[in-house]
Nanobody
Framework: QVQLVESGGGLVQAGDSLRLSCEASGRTGRIGAMAWFRRALGREREFVATIRLSWSFSDTYYADSVKGRFTMSRDMAKNTAYLQMNSLKPEDTAVYYC?????????????????WGQGTQVTVSS
């Protein structure tokens, strides 16, 4: 099993930045990709960003809504993925979930993600 723990959420103003972290533990050798999804109040969970977990490659893919503002990175030695969120907007307000899959794919769908964290709240005020 793999456990994922998110941190870094909070309340910020529009235009501010936040960095989310997701630390993986357990049988981390099983996972080949990590991703962030988010669910806003009253809406379905949606894909945000994903990254390949590899010492040699760091492919990333982003949802159009965050491209150019959000950057996903990983620290292989720490089994941790990050989501740097800049120029935050009120519409970015959501619970952000970290997820992990065995294989990296661009634009992953929820059903392909095998492990999930509990989520961290991000609130952006206008």
């Amino acid at each position: 099993q793999v456990q994922l723990v998110e941190s870094g959420g909070g309340l910020v103003q529009a235009g501010d930045s936040l960095r989310l972290s997701c630390e993986a533990s357990g049988r981390t050798g099983r996972i080949g990709a990590m991703a962030w999804f988010r669910r806003a109040l009253g809406r379905e969970r949606e894909f945000v960003a994903t990254i390949r977990l590899s010492w040699s490659f760091s492919d990333t893919y982003y949802a159009d809504s965050v491209k150019g503002r959000f950057t996903m990175s990983r620290d292989m030695a720490k089994n941790t993925a990050y989501l740097q969120m800049n120029s935050l907007k009120p519409e970015d307000t959501a619970v952000y979930y970290c997820a992990a899959a065995e294989v990296y794919t661009a634009s992953p769908i929820e059903s392909r993600m095998k492990y999930w964290g509990q989520g961290t709240q991000v609130t952006v005020s206008s």
